[in-house]
């Protein structure tokens, strides 16, 4: 069955960086889009990025863009969110999910869940 | 306007129905598809509906959704007490190129 298992959450500084993993299984990674979601904690959802599923042109919420970078590896089927210069307001728990194939924005498998916590 | 608004709360009594609204615009909803999720404490989200009015495999029938203009509905019948969570309306909104989750609806089976 489709397996979604983010890692590499953790308490960082404000300004430092870190890089979430998500490791994927059960499917053809190739084949589909992916995306990063976050809630932080008491609020609602936030769309975070997304990758096609060749890698090609990504986008990003205003929030992040210019400061996280989110890639894949089609050989390794990971999935990865390169986080700089974060603040407070990045605090949240990261989700990765996967691009419902022939739907225009529908995510149909996610991941547990990594939670980010920056704090000094 | 990029935000796609829903009511902080909706409640009902097992067995009845709610609905769920989702409003927008048409650089979101009125131009696009609309998919919907439930998120269950401790749980990851779980997409309910695609497309607008789609149910992936496994969703009951008691979940349906409906798109008119720029709002959406997302409809609860036969309320059980499993319902009680937190749903959200999703978009691709065309200004800013990205895409909106809605505000959030906390459903409550009183």
């Known amino acids: 069955q489709v397996q979604l298992v983010e890692s590499g959450g953790g308490e960082v500084q404000p300004g430092r960086s870190l890089r979430l993993s998500c490791a994927a299984s059960g499917f053809t990674f190739g084949n589909f889009g992916m995306h990063w979601v976050r809630q932080a904690p008491g609020k609602g959802l936030e769309w975070v990025a997304l990758v096609p599923f060749d890698g090609g042109k990504q986008y990003y919420a205003d929030s992040v863009k210019g400061r996280f970078t989110i890639s894949r590896d089609n050989f390794k089927n990971m999935l990865y969110l390169q986080m700089n210069s974060l603040t407070t307001e990045d605090t949240a728990f990261y989700y990765c999910?996967?691009?419902?194939?022939?739907?225009?924005?529908?995510?149909?498998?996610w991941g547990q869940g990594a939670l980010v916590t920056v704090s000094s | 306007q990029s935000v796609l608004t829903q009511p902080p709360s909706v409640s009902a009594a097992p067995g009845q129905k709610v609905t769920i609204s989702c409003s927008g615009s048409s650089s979101n909803i009125g131009n696009n598809y609309v998919s919907w999720y439930r998120l269950l404490p401790g749980t990851a989200p779980q997409l309910l509906i695609y497309d607008n009015d789609e149910r992936p495999s496994g969703i009951p029938d008691r979940f349906s959704g409906s798109k008119s203009g720029t709002s959406a509905t997302l409809g609860i019948t036969g309320l059980q007490t499993g319902d009680e969570a937190d749903y959200y309306c999703g978009a691709w909104d065309n200004s800013l190129g990205g895409g909106l989750f809605g505000t959030g609806t906390k459903v409550t089976v009183l």
């Open positions: 999910a996967r691009h419902r194939y022939g739907s225009e924005w529908a995510f149909d498998s």
